[in-house]
């Protein structure tokens, strides 16, 4: 059974930086891409980056020269550095990991972690 487990959460000061990782287990494929989606207070989640199994990198609009996302080369391990943080980036955030079977998308999901910027 794959499970997702995120670490590197916790406070920080706007403009400060934080490593969020995720590492997978109990697989035995490779993931077609491996995502960071977050979860504000009231609000939906949302995307925020992804990296494909091929090394392509997205980033949402808000989060884009901010973050930056990394995997190693059998996308057990995904890593999100976030630079220049502001107090809207403060959620809890999911670890993501996408594989695709005949066409259809199964999404795994770690338990979330919090990331709080605050003075």
Request: net charge positive; hydrophobic share 35%; with cysteine.
């Amino acid at each position: 059974q794959v499970q997702l487990v995120e670490s590197g959460g916790g406070l920080v000061q706007p403009g400060g930086s934080l490593r969020l990782s995720c590492a997978a287990s109990g697989s035995d494929f490779t993931f077609n891409a491996r995502g960071w989606y977050r979860q504000a207070p009231g609000k939906q989640r949302e995307f925020v980056a992804s990296i494909t199994r091929g090394g392509t990198s997205f980033y949402a609009d808000s989060v884009k020269g901010r973050f930056t996302i990394a995997t190693d080369n059998a996308q057990n391990t995904v890593t999100l550095q976030m630079n220049n943080l502001r107090p809207e980036d403060t959620a809890v955030y999911y670890c993501n990991a996408a594989r695709i079977i005949s066409g259809v998308q199964n999404d795994y999901w770690g338990q979330g972690i919090q990331v709080t910027v605050s003075s």
